[in-house]
């Protein structure tokens, strides 16, 4: 599979990005399809998940109540809607697809997402 991000851009503070991922294979319903993302000099970090079949979402800490990420199982692509965002927020932003919430076996290229103070 071949995952595709794209959304990223240059926001000030408190604005909205949305980025999308578009997978090219079917996604299943035990796929689990997650948003991660990594800044200079920083780890990789969990932002969201949702699980393809049930729906059910899950956040890191750092972004509970400000992002949301959804799923089109129409189109096969997951968005995550970004809300509130702050400079802290600023990295590369990957979509990833697994099998499970901890094993990811498809990566996308990423997008960059900074924010301005």
């Known amino acids: 599979v071949q995952l595709q991000a794209s959304g990223g851009g240059l926001v000030q503070a408190g604005g909205s990005l949305t980025l999308s991922c578009a997978a090219s294979g079917r996604t299943f319903s035990s796929h689990v399809m997650g948003w991660f993302r990594q800044a200079p000099g920083k780890e990789r970090e969990f932002v969201a998940a949702i699980r393809w079949g049930t729906g059910r979402t899950y956040y890191g800490d750092s972004v509970k109540g400000r992002f949301a990420i959804s799923r089109s199982t129409a189109e096969n692509t997951v968005a995550l809607q970004m809300n509130s965002l702050k400079p802290e927020d600023t990295a590369v932003y990957y979509c990833?697809?697994?099998?499970?919430?901890?094993?990811?076996?498809?990566w996308g290229q990423g997008t960059q997402v900074t924010v301005s103070s």
């Open positions: 990833a697809r697994g099998n499970s919430l901890g094993d990811y076996n498809s």
